[in-house]
C-alpha cells in the first residue's frame, strides 16, 4: 500500500469546560464551514495496492534515477523488488486511482529471490552503490544483491558469522563496503562486503544484549549505533572502541522488547525509539543529569527520555521524516500515527 497524507494541521482542542462553550461553539462553526468549504484544514489522506504474495515482513525503498524502487521481505521466503513509480505518481491525481487500480494492482515485481528458502526481516539499500541490495533470512544467512543492466544478480554465497536469525541491517553511511547486522544469537557484527563471505566478518560484539538484538541503526554524524533487544534495552555503540565489546551507554525504560530505532537525520544526539509495551520515546543523548536540582518526582526516569507517546497497539517501526523536522511516523497493528512534538 502506497499513502499520500495532505492537509495535515494540528490536532484540534475539545471543549474543555462550560466558560468555553460559547467560543467553542463558534470556532466549531468555522471548522464546519472549513470542511464543507474543502479548506486546508480538512486532512487528505489517499492511497493505491499492489497484490503482494504472502505477509509483509518489512519494506526498504530506494530511488534509481527517476524510479523509486521497493525491496519487499515475504513471508513465504521470497524477496520481492517493485517499480513503485508510477504508482506514487497516480497519488497526485486521486480521482484516477480506481481506474488506474484495476489494470495495476497486478502489477509484477522487477525481480524475486527465493533462495533464502525461510522467512526474513532484514533488508538494506546501499546509498553509495544504486540498486545494491543486501537480504538477511531466520536462517542466519545474509546475501548480497549487484544490480545488472536490466536485473539482479544475487550471490549464491550467503554472508558466514551469525548462529541464529538475522534481524537488522544497516550499511554504513561513511563507507560503501562496510555493512553491520544484529541477530538473535546476541551478537553485533561489522562485515567487508569486498571480502570472500566466509571470511567478510571482522568485528564482533558478543553477548551485545541479554537477548535477542532485533534492531540497529547508524549515525550519519558520528561513528556511533545505536541497537534495541528483546531485553529492552537501549544500547549506544561507540565504533572507534567496538573492539572492546562494550557499549558507551545503556538506557533502560521501556518494558518489552524494542521494536525499532532511528537516529533523527537532522540532530546528531537525538534518537526515536518504539516496543512492545506500546510506547514510542524520542531521547537525547546530550543531556545529563543535573545533580544540583531538586529530586523529581519520577526519579526512575532517564533525563534523556525527552517524549514519550502512547494510545498504539503492537508497534512495529517507527521513523524521522527526511524532511521536515522533528516529524515521526510510527506504524502498529492498531494503524499508523503521524506527529510532531515541541521538544525535538
Partial sequence: MLMKMSNMHKTQKEEKDDEEESEEEEEDDDDDDNVETGSSKTPKLHQTLIKHNGCVNRIKSTKINDHILSASWSEQGVVYIYDVTSHLSILDTPDRIPEFETTNMQTASLFAFDGHRIEGYALAWSKYELGRLLSGDCNKNIYMWQPTESSWKVDS??????????????????????????????????????????????LVATDAHLRDVNVIDWSEFEPLVISGGDDGLIKIWDLRMFTRGKEVAVFEHHKGPISSVEWNPMDSSVFVVSGADDQVTIWDVA??????????????????LLFMHLGQKDI????????????????????????????V
Fill in 157 to 202: 554465497r550467503p554472508f558466514e558469522g551469525h548462529t541464529a536469525s538475522v534481524e537488522d541491517i544497516k550499511w554504513s553511511p561513511k563507507e560503501s563496503n562496510v555493512f553491520m547486522t544484529c541477530s538473535v544469537d546476541k551478537t553485533l557484527r561489522v562485515w567487508d562486503a569486498r571480502a570472500d563471505p566466509s571470511k567478510a566478518c571482522k
Fill in 316 to 343: 512495529k517501526e517507527v521513523h524521522w521524516h527526511p524532511q521536515i523536522p522533528g516529524l515521526v511516523f510510527s506504524t502498529a497493528q492498531s494503524g499508523f500515527n503521524v506527529f510532531r512534538t515541541i521538544s
Fill in 287 to 304: 543531556v545529563e543529569r543535573d545533580e544540583t536540582a531538586e529530586e523529581e518526582e519520577e526519579p526512575d526516569v532517564p533525563p534523556q
